[in-house]
């Protein structure tokens, strides 16, 4: 049922694959976040209360799903990391890292400049954002555990130890900040019930979130893509790619 | 050959004998503790109404620090001299042994310092009604600590100085831990019920002690290569 997957244990395999499918994703990511931002930074109604400040929603809202979004995929490539010893999961966990790092800090302070004006305060110690901050935090220990070591195979299993450990505890840390203290409004959208929010704010919000989606994706491909060269410097097929084989043997 | 739990109790014992006889590395940190939790009242002021309503926050985060000051050694001389390795060479399953090594850490930082808490709780003029809570919180969510800690000192274990590291990474991991212990002292201070935040302690503590010997296994296997 698997076998498919197979040849991509193969650093070869996985650098010609994503090879191929990035210019497809990034296309698409250019696509979306352009129709995406226009609409809902320029077209969209505005709130009857927020005036046009409620705006930032349309890079404040993916931003921080895709940060944690990113952070679950990392786990998952540390359990196949861990498990099945492949080393392409290995090095995709170093290649998840800072672009989820960087959707937590987009998050982090597309937040800041949307509390100012609506709660008067750049900072509150409310719940939402401080398990956002937690989770930068565990970002940051991933990869400086990764880049502590000498060895990167022992370094990428520790990071991936390591994210498996944070995916157990997030949820215990996200409920126990939740009764702690929050001012944060609650979820907008969600599985189960209508949104609470209006049809000509929701469509630009959703194509929004499939462009975060995207160019999460796009840019941890462009950084795996440079770390399987990176690994794979002194093989034949790396330096064809690179155009530094030498002509003759 | 010694069975699973023979071999748990003889490392138990062997970490608790070599303590003894090196009693400043497990007085360290309590002696930090102390000294951390006389640094406020000088910083602060000595306000008995400002002590007693930050004591718990205070105590906690004094708990954490020195928990991690105690861990470089929890794994590192036997990495050094090779008996970790003999250990994951064994039959016995390796994540059970190490608990060995984590309730030996855990008598070592976690017990003292709920034996040391009236005094802590004196200083910085927590009332009566909240020491016993205050306790309480350290009794169940130390060992947590001690588990949590662990894991981190597994990771690091090939690292020369590993000591920054393993606070940078283990911090967050320790955050649910204080929001439930202090908030529970908090309300026994202020008369209202407490079973609550420490049911969540021992939830997590439970969570903690049967999950992390796992992770802990996997990083002290890593290590080994």
Not at chain 2, 14 to 26: G, N, V, Y
Not at chain 2, 179 to 205: D, K, P, Y
Request: hydrophobic share 55%.
């Amino acid at each position: 049922m698997w076998r498919w997957l197979h040849p991509y244990a193969k650093p070869e395999a996985t650098y010609r694959l994503v090879d191929k499918l990035l210019p497809w994703f990034a296309a698409l990511t250019a696509v979306s976040l352009l129709v995406g931002m226009v609409w809902g930074l320029a077209f969209a109604p505005s709130d009857y209360q927020q005036g046009d400040s409620y705006r930032i929603i349309y890079i404040h809202v993916p931003s921080a799903i895709f940060s944690m979004g990113a952070y679950f995929g990392m786990a998952v490539m540390g359990v196949i990391a861990l498990v099945w010893q492949i080393k392409t999961a290995e090095w995709s966990i170093p290649a998840i890292a800072p672009v989820g790092a960087a959707m937590t800090a987009i998050a982090l302070f597309t937040g800041a400049i949307w509390g100012k004006p609506m709660w008067g305060t750049w900072w509150v110690w409310d719940a939402r954002l401080t398990s956002e901050l937690i989770l930068l935090f565990l970002y940051v220990g991933v990869m400086a555990l990764y880049y502590a070591f000498d060895d990167q195979r022992t370094g990428a299993k520790a990071a991936a130890i390591l994210a498996i450990v944070g995916v157990v505890n997030l949820p215990i840390i996200h409920y126990s900040v939740e009764w702690w203290n929050t001012l944060h409004q609650g979820a907008t959208i969600t599985k189960f019930e209508r949104p609470s929010i209006a049809t000509s704010m929701l469509w630009p919000l959703l194509i929004s979130l499939l462009g975060f989606m995207l160019l999460t994706i796009s840019l941890v491909m462009m950084r795996f893509k440079n770390e399987l060269l990176r690994h794979e410097l002194h093989r034949p097929w790396a330096q064809r790619v690179l155009g530094t084989a030498e002509e003759s043997h | 050959m010694m069975n699973s739990w023979q071999l748990w109790r003889s490392v138990l014992v062997k970490d608790l004998r070599i303590a003894a006889r090196r009693r400043s590395d497990a007085l360290n940190p309590l002696l930090f503790l102390l000294m951390v939790v006389t640094l406020f009242p000088l910083g602060i002021g000595p306000g008995p109404d400002i002590l007693a309503r930050i004591a718990p926050g205070i105590i906690w985060v004094a708990a954490l620090l020195a928990t991690l000051l105690g861990l470089d050694r929890l794994f590192k001389d036997d990495y050094n001299d090779g008996s970790l390795e003999q250990l994951c060479l064994l039959p016995q399953p390796l994540a059970f042994t190490l608990t060995a090594k984590v309730a030996a850490h855990w008598l070592l930082s976690g017990l003292p310092l709920v034996i040391l808490s009236p005094v802590l709780a004196l200083l910085l003029n927590l009332p009566l009604d909240a020491w016993w809570a205050l306790a309480l919180t350290l009794l169940l969510g130390t060992p947590a600590l001690s588990a949590l800690g662990a894991i981190g000192a597994a990771l690091t274990l090939q690292l020369q100085r590993g000591g920054s590291l393993v606070s940078l990474i283990l911090l967050p991991l320790f955050i649910p831990l204080l929001i439930f212990a202090t908030s529970a002292v908090e309300n026994a201070g202020m008369g209202l019920a407490v079973q609550g935040q420490l049911a969540i302690l021992a939830a997590i503590s439970v969570l903690t002690v049967t999950l992390a010997p796992l992770a802990m296994a996997a990083a002290v296997r890593m290590s080994m290569n």
